[in-house]
């Protein structure tokens, strides 16, 4: 049987230290034995190395999510003009808002894609999360909301020490003392302004799940992760999957509670009693998602298929003990291929 | 040999790191017409800078307001709110459309009786209402809307002194899980000073008890706070025909939606992040039609709304005075506008567009306004088409505040043209002149003359 | 002024510079007037070319050209005379 020629728009190609998963996810679709897949690579920065590893065929630059949506659209249907793409993977946080709003307008120029609804992805939010977990059922760590900093005792008292100081968008301290906590206060306020999140402080074991939903409550893959090596930013370098249906079951409970579709990563802290709390829900697959592919359950390859609506039957089993290992690798590249896609957007 | 058009020699560098702009030309595609009249047409025959209202959009954006709400609940008034635009020609075409007015001073106040606003239709809200205001409102027959409890009292003394009725509301400040919280304005849910302020109305003998009010904060990005807002004012509402048997006649959830605008900071462009005018009427209506009123009971909806329905209409069309470059390299664009008559550009990243066709270069640069003052700074840095001097552009959605707000500092307040609907432009306010000034100043006699 | 003589310059207004390895793009008339530098062109002769070619007269490009110049130094394209 020949096979079916489809072309698959990605992001996410800043493969560098604290990575996006557009590689990865590049390499489960074309490892899809079903298509012969034609890679359209969407990068923000001129550096980002996807643009020059050889699995894009092409590269657009796409304008920054603070264009808006408009802009956005305006530059997909340019390129989509050119290069008829049938599915687009965006994967990062900060650009999903945008591309599920212009889902629809993709749709209709022929781009699918199999994204979280707004609904969805606001209900994972860190500000969300806490009451999310309640009305659902999770484990997820008590947190309070505040813009003054007197709120802070009396939620110590409540949560009792460690508590988590979370900025806005970006960043967490574990406070010992309530000076510790007031100096994070005032620290994060400065840098992200308004409200700072107090999260109650679950000491255990950090496990990664990443898991794909059909939108209809199935679970079509959850493979969960132990990380082995991590960075000085707190990213895996190297993990390994894990045999562990009670993960499985909880991806598949937070699946079937939410009707997620599409791909996510549940970041997962084991206290010593063995309760799983939820502590980040990533509205996208993460970086490591090769591994789902190497494990035997391709998430990449399946998203594909969903967003094209075919059927996917669900995976059932996938390979235990499977490492991945990051590494690094300098490229060369000519001069002239930087200023080509930084002046033309295109390479 | 007919010569090529020129263009300013540019260079850029080319940065890994920094933002590329790759589709971002829907920011600046000139806006050359404004309702088919041609920008430089309205520059050459008002000057520059000069304001522009479209009428059109105006009568669209109101009447679509109209429609997400009336099409949700049977009983819906737009009050039009003076203070964000208060040119006799901008409010007359809200008139037109159906709207009352909502005023917050006695000079707004005489605004709208003089538009022929009919008394029985002006809300009059605000902390600052003298006794002789007042008397005034009552004799009219306008809706007074107390924000204090000294506000009451004189009220209580007035009518019982001239032995008239009074339509009073009062403003409600609550929680609506809202930071900042405005509860400087009104009397408090949470701790039961409204309810105490209710209780003084129903014992007087001259105020009737209309309506509850409330206007929770400015340019909201959540509908939930309006909803807790309609359920805070219904359970008042609830309590009061329970405990005195009489159904309150209107809730009015005041003002606060936001515009498309990009506050400054934000992240994502306005028009992406906030909630359309259906999901507002949705919060509302919902809450209200689900609250357990009995049908007969369901009060009348009034809606203060002001930034929304009149900042998409309102543009600022100007020219560049200079081009300069910074002592750090960077490119800066000296305006005939500045925060003196664009106050917005104190919290709006406004959009900004040229009004004549240019190539595809373009550079960063900060805009100043014309203004011997540092903090005059209409955008801290955009990214344009290079702009020549006497180039002109269009500055978006500046219909709310702008017209109320700007002060006569170093430069004189430009002319308002409205376009109407069939595209013919009218002066609707005239430019202040040195003249303006002059005839309000009086010199004492013994300064009138000096020798230099 | 004079235009470092390694720079170098593409026909679609690409300038790298080999000493310090930036890149820059230009516009048609940036790139034409770096080249006229390159060929060793006075500023009095490069404001005749460009007045002469383009609709601009002499004063008012010459005010372009010193910012331009000034934006060849920022970026380090320049030579020490």
């Not at chain 2, 404004?34 to 047409?41: S, T, Y």
Request: glycine content about 8%.
């Amino acid at each position: 049987m020949s096979k079916r020629k489809i072309t698959v728009a990605v992001t996410g190609l800043n493969a560098v230290d604290s990575p996006g998963p557009g590689i990865a996810v590049i390499r489960g679709v074309k490892e899809c034995t079903d298509f012969d897949v034609r890679i359209i690579g969407l990068s923000y920065e001129s550096l980002e190395p996807g643009i020059y590893m050889g699995l894009c065929d092409k590269t657009y630059q796409i304008p920054y999510p603070t264009a808006g949506s408009e802009a956005l659209l305006h530059r997909l249907a340019f390129i989509n003009e050119k290069e008829k793409i049938d599915v687009i993977i965006p994967n990062f946080d900060a650009e999903l808002y945008n591309f599920i709003k212009i889902a629809p307008k993709l749709k209709a120029i022929g781009i699918n894609s199999f994204l979280p609804t707004h609904e969805q992805f606001d209900a994972r939010d860190k500000i969300n999360l806490y009451a999310f977990g309640q009305k659902h059922g999770f484990y997820v760590p008590r947190d309070r909301v505040i813009y003054d900093v007197h709120e802070l005792p009396a939620i110590a008292e409540q949560f009792g020490y460690p508590i988590v100081v979370k900025g806005k968008y970006y960043e967490a301290t574990v406070a010992q003392t309530l000076e510790q906590a007031q100096k994070a206060f005032h620290k994060l306020n400065a840098k992200w302004g308004l409200p700072i999140i107090v999260q109650e402080f679950i000491n255990g074991t950090e496990i990664n799940v990443a898991a794909l939903g059909d939108g209809k409550g199935n679970t079509v893959s959850a493979v969960p992760m132990r990380k082995m090596v991590i960075t000085d930013k707190g990213k895996a370098w190297a993990g390994i999957t894990l045999e562990d249906q009670s993960l499985v079951d909880l991806a598949a409970k937070f699946i079937s509670a939410t009707k997620w579709s599409g791909g996510f990563e549940l970041e997962i802290m084991r206290t010593m009693d063995g309760r799983p709390y939820i502590m980040e829900v990533n509205p996208r697959f993460p970086a490591w998602i090769y591994l789902t592919a190497g494990a035997g359950q391709n998430q990449p390859a399946a998203l594909v298929k969903l967003a094209l609506g075919e059927k996917v039957t669900p995976y059932k089993t996938y390979l235990v003990g499977k490492l991945f290992i990051r590494y690094s690798w300098d490229m060369i590249v000519d001069v002239s291929e930087f200023q080509k896609i930084s002046a033309f957007g295109e390479l | 040999m007919e010569k090529l058009r020129y263009e300013r020699p540019a260079i850029k560098k080319l940065n890994a790191g920094l933002m590329n702009k790759f589709g971002t030309r829907t920011e600046y595609a000139p806006c050359t017409h404004i309702d088919g009249v041609a920008v430089k047409d309205l520059i050459k025959e008002y000057g520059s800078p000069v304001f522009v209202i479209s009428e059109r959009t105006i009568r669209k954006t109101s009447q679509n307001a109209n429609r997400a709400f009336k099409t949700r609940y049977p009983k819906v008034q737009f009050a039009w709110s003076y203070k964000t635009n208060y040119i006799d020609a901008v409010c007359n075409v809200f008139h037109q459309e159906g709207s009352w007015a909502e005023v917050v001073s006695i000079f707004e106040y005489q605004k709208a009786i003089d538009n022929g606003v009919p008394g029985n239709k002006i809300i009059f809200n605000g902390p600052e209402k003298s006794v002789a205001d007042l008397e005034q409102a009552v004799n009219n027959g306008s809706f007074i809307h107390i924000d204090h409890f000294d506000e009451l009292y004189d009220l209580i003394e007035l009518t019982g002194r001239i032995k008239k009725k009074a339509k009073v509301a009062i403003r409600v400040n609550m929680d609506t899980g809202i930071y900042p919280m405005w509860d400087r304005f009104g009397f408090n849910y949470e701790t039961g000073q409204a309810w105490n302020a209710i209780t003084k109305i129903m014992a007087s003998e001259y105020l009737e008890l209309e309506g509850l009010h409330s206007h929770i904060g400015t340019f909201m990005l959540s509908t939930q706070a309006y909803s807790i807002a309609a359920s805070k004012l219904s359970d008042l509402a609830v309590n009061i025909k329970y405990k005195y048997n009489k159904a309150i006649h209107y809730l009015d959830l005041g003002g606060g939606f936001p515009s498309a605008n990009t506050l400054r900071g934000s992240y994502l462009p306005g028009a992406d992040v906030i909630p359309s005018i259906d999901d507002f009427a949705e919060a509302i209506t919902s809450t209200i039609l689900n609250y357990g009123y009995k049908t007969e009971d369901l009060p009348l909806l009034i809606l203060e709304t002001g930034r929304a329905l009149i900042d998409d209409a309102g543009y600022l069309l100007g020219s560049v005075l200079a081009n300069k470059r910074l002592s750090d390299g960077r490119r800066a664009t000296i305006m005939d506008f500045g925060v003196n008559i664009l106050f917005t550009s104190f919290w709006y990243e406004h959009k900004i567009t040229p009004a004549q066709e240019f190539s595809q270069h373009t550079e960063d640069m900060v805009m100043y306004g014309p203004l011997c003052m540092n903090i005059d700074v209409v955008r801290q840095s955009v990214n344009l088409p290079l702009l020549n001097k006497g180039d002109q552009v269009v500055v978006h959605k500046v219909g709310a505040y702008n017209m109320t707000q700007w002060m006569q500092f170093i430069a004189m307040r430009p002319k308002v043209i409205l376009i109407d609907m069939d595209g013919k432009p009218h002066i609707i306010r005239e430019n202040e002149t040195v003249d303006t000034l002059r005839s309000m100043e009086r010199k004492p006699d013994y300064l009138k003359k000096f020798k230099l | 002024m004079k235009i470092n003589k390694n720079i170098a310059i593409s026909e679609s207004g690409f300038i790298f510079n080999p000493g310090t390895g930036d890149s820059f793009s230009t516009n048609p008339i940036g790139a034409e007037i770096i080249q006229l530098l390159k060929d060793d062109k006075k500023p009095s002769e490069i404001i005749k070319v460009i007045s002469s070619k383009y609709q601009i007269d002499g004063p008012s490009f010459e005010k372009d050209l010193e910012d331009f110049y000034s934006q060849l130094r920022d970026g380090s394209l320049t030579a020490y005379e």
